[in-house]
């Protein structure tokens, strides 16, 4: 068993990718193109916002964006402390100083009241400004917008969302990918919608900053390429892998999406008498289930239990092992209180299990076992 089997989902879509690269090959349109385009309409249509600006990878995106709207040396940034470096690290390449917050009680996402409370604290101490908030949806599940457009409007700051796991969730009506100011998104190859290497794209309602994007990711480019307005970076999505993407939306689209929830709902319901904590969806939001992440009692519990999935060929994986504040790139900003208790009881009981559309009911019955007979080994909370 694979943890996330990219195989079986190429074995599916073989035809469709391989008309389309080939077409690209024969015509040897490497850069730019139809494609390309073909595929920012289709991902803007889909998330239903204006513009989607397609990039080298997910991280330039959280870059891109943020640099687009000025953020720089002086700012404050309030970020999760538990989710993907990339996320502070897109803050930091732009000169400003991440703010880490820890999750949310009932959830793995952004805490709305750290928020608050960090914004006010960073304000009291004045040697930075609060300018944005940079939410990361955390495997698969938006975080709580509406909450934190509240606050974000109370003390006049940005909102941003890192996509780069919910592309296909939902709040309501409105998909992930179409919140804040603007959204960036992976295509990372085991993200929901993933090209065969890197990719990324920022979605955005706002014109203007689409344009300086547009501009930022071709080396500044005004006018033609060689009419440079301000300094940028290389940052384009190749051609093929807009091919890629285009045969794997349509699939996400007609099927994957609803069979990724078929999955989830497997899991939960087998799972439901083990001893961990399931993964609780709020009402009225959709997760995209980038991962089928459990908690466990502790981290004892953890490796046994993941020694025991092993022993049966089945592997798992720990979604985040340590807090960003703890990270030694951010040596200089860790203090007593930067340092959160939630955060590293998360970092010490989750585990992610294997996940993916293409996964049959034998399979999630194979991981489902083992977590039961774990289950019955160990003592209950």
Excluded at 11 to 21: G, K, N, S, V, W
Excluded at 328 to 334: D, N, W
């Amino acid at each position: 068993m694979e943890f996330r089997d990219l195989k079986r989902q190429y074995h599916a879509l073989r035809e469709e990718i391989t008309h389309r690269t080939e077409r690209i090959l024969e015509e040897s349109r490497f850069i730019g193109g139809r494609e390309v385009t073909e595929l920012e309409a289709k991902l803007a249509d889909y998330v239903g916002v204006k513009h989607c600006i397609t990039c080298g990878n997910g991280t330039d995106a959280l870059t891109l964006m943020l640099t687009a709207e000025g953020i720089g040396k002086g700012d404050a940034v309030i970020v999760p402390d538990f989710t993907f470096f990339a996320t502070a690290e897109a803050v930091s390449r732009t000169g400003a100083v991440p703010v880490f917050v820890e999750p949310e009680e009932n959830g793995f996402n952004l805490s709305v009241e750290g928020v608050e409370r960090e914004i006010r604290r960073v304000s009291e101490e004045g040697s930075l400004c609060p300018r944005a908030i940079l939410a990361a949806d955390l495997f698969g599940v938006p975080a709580n917008y509406p909450a934190l457009a509240g606050v974000a409007e109370k003390y006049k700051m940005l909102l941003f969302e890192d996509a780069a796991q919910s592309f296909g969730g939902s709040i309501g009506e409105k998909m992930a990918g179409s919140f804040g100011m603007a959204a960036a998104v992976s295509f990372f190859p085991s993200k929901p919608l993933g090209c065969y290497g890197d990719g990324g794209a920022v979605f955005t309602n706002d014109d203007t900053a689409a344009e300086r994007i547009r501009s930022l990711k071709e080396h500044g480019r005004g006018e033609s390429k060689y009419d440079n307005l301000r300094i940028g970076c290389n940052s384009r999505l190749d051609t093929v892998q807009a091919a890629v993407l285009l045969a794997k939306l349509a699939a996400y689209k007609r099927y994957e999406r609803e069979a990724a929830q078929q999955v989830a709902d497997m899991y939960s319901q087998k799972l439901f008498t083990a001893a961990m904590v399931l993964p609780k969806i709020p009402e009225d939001f959709r997760s995209a289930w980038a991962q089928y992440t459990v908690i466990l009692s502790g981290p004892g519990e953890r490796s046994r239990l993941q020694a025991a999935l092993q022993a049966k060929k089945i592997p798992s994986m720990v979604y985040y092992p340590r807090p960003l504040s703890l990270q030694r790139a951010y040596k200089a900003l860790q203090t007593p209180e930067a340092i959160s208790e939630r955060t590293q009881w998360l970092c010490d009981r989750v585990l992610s299990l294997p996940f993916y559309p293409y996964m049959t009911e034998t399979e999630v019955d194979s991981v489902c076992r083992v977590c039961r007979e774990f289950s019955r080994n160990e003592t209950v909370w």
